[in-house]
């Protein structure tokens, strides 16, 4: 089974969860919470030129006081609706560069608070007709400590995912609102659902936002709900919930901004008893 990626914030909120609720059962001890590496960006975008290769770095961080040893392995990946990741082996998955893509170096020793280059590009040797993506996973490559005998222990393994878009020239950026509603969960919470879908031939990361208004267009509430990356031909569902309001008539109205001269912008009516 492969390794899942995660982040630091992931791992926090999920792992370390588990580690404590694990080691109390068990009587042990809580595994000290210890990042190793580092990078400097999350996400490295590569644009193909006629005759060139597109480069891209980034810089691999050792924050400790030892050597460790680290490699770097590849996956494909996109996204769900609801912005989760997922991953697969690398020329399996929708977007894939396939081996068209270089990281090097893949393995290398890495001292003490030590940092390292490792460069990712395409070499443009034939057209790109379509825009690709991939992730380059980094980790420790040191053995997992072994458990003493008749204790329970938890190990785990800490990686750090750079997202590599190779985006040639030529294509443009575009999107689609496809639909704005109101839904109402379990609870009677209302939510303003809006779905999106991205219609270019590169990733666009427009920000969302939605306001609510009264009768005589007035605002009566407005919720950021930040940037969207979107992969290509891709869609994504935006779930708001909808704030406390007084009883009335409401219309919500939900923007996509591309920070560009136009925005997509729907509605739906809010009727609040």
């Given at each position: 089974?492969?390794?899942?990626?995660?982040?630091?914030?992931?791992?926090?909120?999920?792992?370390?969860?588990?580690?404590?609720?694990?080691?109390?059962?068990?009587?042990?001890?809580?595994?000290?919470?210890?990042?190793?590496?580092?990078?400097?960006?999350?996400?490295?975008?590569?644009?193909?030129?006629?005759?060139?290769?597109?480069?891209?770095?980034?810089?691999?961080?050792?924050?400790?006081?030892?050597?460790?040893?680290?490699?770097?392995?590849?996956?494909?990946?996109?996204r769900?609706?609801?912005?989760?990741?997922?991953?697969?082996?690398?020329?399996?998955?929708?977007?894939?560069?396939?081996?068209?893509?270089?990281?090097?170096?893949?393995?290398?020793?890495?001292p003490?608070?030590?940092?390292?280059?490792?460069?990712?590009?395409?070499?443009?040797?034939?057209?790109?007709?379509?825009?690709?993506?991939?992730?380059?996973?980094?980790?420790?490559?040191?053995?997992?400590?072994?458990?003493?005998?008749?204790?329970?222990?938890?190990?785990?393994?800490?990686?750090?995912?750079?997202?590599?878009?190779?985006?040639?020239?030529?294509?443009?950026?575009?999107?689609?609102?496809?639909?704005?509603?109101?839904?109402v969960?379990?609870?009677?919470?209302?939510?303003?659902?809006?779905?999106?879908?991205?219609?270019?031939?590169?990733q666009?990361?427009?920000?969302?936002?939605?306001?609510?208004?009264?009768?005589?267009?007035?605002?009566?509430?407005?919720?950021?709900?930040?940037?969207?990356?979107?992969?290509?031909?891709?869609?994504?569902?935006?779930?708001?919930?909808?704030?406390?309001?007084?009883?009335?008539?409401?219309?919500?109205?939900?923007?996509?901004?591309?920070?560009?001269?136009?925005?997509?912008?729907g509605?739906?009516?809010?009727?609040?008893?």
């Amino acid at each position: 089974m492969r390794p899942r990626v995660v982040t630091l914030q992931w791992w926090r909120r999920h792992v370390w969860r588990a580690a404590a609720v694990v080691a109390a059962m068990a009587g042990v001890a809580r595994p000290a919470v210890a990042q190793e590496l580092a990078t400097d960006v999350l996400d490295l975008r590569l644009v193909p030129g006629a005759g060139a290769s597109a480069v891209a770095p980034f810089t691999v961080v050792n924050v400790t006081d030892r050597t460790i040893p680290v490699v770097i392995t590849l996956q494909d990946w996109d996204r769900a609706e609801n912005g989760d990741n997922r991953f697969y082996p690398v020329g399996t998955g929708p977007g894939s560069c396939g081996d068209r893509v270089r990281v090097a170096p893949m393995a290398f020793q890495l001292p003490p608070r030590g940092t390292r280059v490792v460069r990712v590009s395409v070499a443009d040797d034939a057209p790109w007709p379509a825009a690709c993506w991939l992730l380059a996973v980094v980790r420790s490559a040191e053995p997992p400590p072994v458990a003493p005998r008749n204790r329970t222990s938890v190990t785990y393994t800490f990686e750090i995912g750079v997202k590599a878009y190779v985006e040639p020239a030529t294509l443009t950026r575009d999107g689609r609102l496809d639909d704005v509603r109101v839904e109402v969960d379990s609870a009677g919470r209302r939510h303003v659902v809006a779905t999106f879908t991205s219609t270019g031939g590169l990733q666009v990361t427009p920000k969302g936002k939605l306001e609510i208004r009264r009768a005589d267009n007035t605002v009566a509430a407005s919720l950021d709900f930040g940037d969207l990356p979107t992969l290509p031909g891709a869609r994504r569902e935006v779930r708001v919930p909808v704030p406390a309001l007084a009883s009335g008539a409401y219309v919500g109205l939900v923007v996509f901004d591309f920070s560009g001269p136009e925005v997509l912008a729907g509605q739906v009516r809010l009727d609040v008893p």
